[in-house]
Nanobody
């Protein structure tokens, strides 16, 4: 059973940066696809970014492409999301998730393990 804990959220002004971290415990995540999702109040959970088990492949939602960067450190069992040029529309609870296969990386339903989420609030 993989357990995921996010950290690094907070309040930041528009144009600022935050770095989210996801620490995994239990089985090593080195063989898992890792994803970041977010959910704003009253909206469905949406895909943000995903990275393959090796880190060799990553994908982003169009809304964050060029501003966010996903990375992983398998030796440390961690995944990070560097968020730059933040906008008020980025305000949401951000979740880390894990799954075995990289296919359908942007579909929340395919992920087996989820963290509890960390709040990101961007003020204008």
């Amino acid at each position: 059973q993989v357990q995921l804990v996010e950290s690094g959220g907070g309040l930041v002004q528009a144009g600022g940066s935050l770095r989210l971290s996801c620490a995994a415990s239990g089985p090593p995540i080195s063989s898992y696809t890792m994803g970041w999702f977010r959910q704003a109040p009253g909206k469905e959970r949406e895909f943000v970014a995903a990275i393959s088990w090796s880190g060799g492949v990553s994908n982003y939602a169009d809304s964050v492409k060029g501003r966010f960067t996903i990375s992983r450190a398998n030796a440390k069992n961690t995944v990070s999301l560097q968020m730059n040029s933040l906008k008020p529309v980025d305000t949401a609870v951000y979740y880390c998730a894990a799954k075995r296969r990289y296919s359908d990386y942007d579909a929340p339903a395919g992920y087996d393990y989820w963290g509890q989420g960390t709040q990101v609030t961007v003020s204008s």
